[in-house]
């Protein structure tokens, strides 16, 4: 037979007041109701924990070995009780979250501040690692929550859109193009060109898009960092193409931004979870407030889901 915490409940008001009636008073229950919790107790672990008489009850020796173990056994319990409550109140727990670099340095402080005020006692780690280790942190639930650009189709995978990004030129100061009003892919082939390294999905949606439109960029540097591109753009290696979101880390380090079209490169920036994976409170509370965050490209607007 089973011993639940009810019958220990029972068993150390008993044990505490050295009365049935008081112990019944104490746990609004009925003297019946008592009686029967305690003998099934004492049935469960095979023998009497206490003696009854006509004025009093007092504990057996078995008993009395066993009162200190249920005092403790039922603190612990209310102990990781009021754990788990602190956890679904977000009043205690811990958040870890992947990033891609430019959503982190950019958009995500604000966020988390935004979080932090409503939530202060959870702990939250940043892990702003490249795309693909965002994808596969998220993937080793490393992390339950990995903010990037759309992986594409992944069965193990959910993807909520957040906004759409589109890809801008960057180039040094004083470059010729920056004379042109606007800016096509076929002015960018006159000049040194920096990428990504393969098999950065970034490079690898660029090359995907321009060869769809016939146009071939040969890069004469690459790198594995978008900060690494600004550097090399802003010592006037040459001029390359990076996201929005990066627009401010590229100023930052003294390059210049333009749109450009001929085709316009567009990706969904949005949050990646574990398909068919509950999410913790904590991380849901992000989530949700990563969806009512204002689009960068429209701040006076709530960002829309973008469909891919």
């Known amino acids: ?3 639940t915490i009810r019958q220990l409940h ?3 008001a008993v044990a505490r007041s050295g009365s049935f009636a008081e112990a019944c008073s104490v746990l609004h229950l ?3 109701a008592l009686s029967i919790a305690i003998r099934n107790l004492e049935t469960g672990i095979g023998g009497k924990l206490l003696e ?8 057996t020796p078995e008993g009395a070995k066993f009162y ?3 005092q403790r056994l039922l603190e612990d319990w209310e102990r990781s009780l009021d754990d788990v409550r602190n956890l679904f109140a977000l009043r205690r727990g811990k958040l870890d979250i992947a990033a891609v670099p430019t959503f982190a340095s950019s958009l995500l402080p604000n966020v988390l501040a935004e979080f932090h005020r409503c939530f202060p006692d959870i702990n939250i780690s940043v892990h702003d690692v490249i795309t693909e280790s965002v994808v596969e942190m998220v993937r080793q639930n490393r992390v339950e929550l990995g903010i990037t650009f759309d992986p594409g189709k992944a069965d193990d995978l959910s993807f909520t859109p957040l906004f759409r990004d589109r890809f801008i030129a960057v180039l040094p100061t004083e470059h010729p193009l920056l004379a042109k009003r606007g800016l096509k892919w076929g002015d960018l082939q006159q000049f040194p ?3 990504l390294q393969r098999p950065s999905s970034i490079r690898l949606l660029i090359d995907r898009i321009l060869a769809g439109h016939g146009i071939t960029v040969v890069p004469a ?3 594995h960092q978008l900060a690494s591109i600004g550097r090399m753009v802003t010592a006037g290696l040459g001029i390359s193409v990076v996201p929005t979101l990066s627009r401010s880390q590229m100023q930052e380090m003294g390059a210049q931004c333009r749109p450009v079209s001929g085709p316009v490169i567009t990706r969904n920036v949005g949050v990646i979870t574990r398909r068919r994976q509950p999410l913790s409170t904590a991380t ?3 989530l949700d407030l990563l969806r009512k965050w204002p689009d960068p490209a429209a701040p006076t607007r709530r960002a829309r889901p973008v469909t891919s």
Do not use: D, H, K
């Open 284 to 286: 849901q509370a992000m």
């Open 1 to 3: 037979m089973n011993v």
């Open 10 to 12: 029972c068993f150390v």
């Open 221 to 223: 540097f690459e790198a």
């Open 52 to 59: 009854r008489s006509t004025r009093s009850v007092t504990l």
């Open 193 to 195: 060109y920096i990428a």
């Open 68 to 70: 200190p173990v249920v």
């Open 30 to 32: 009925s003297q019946p």
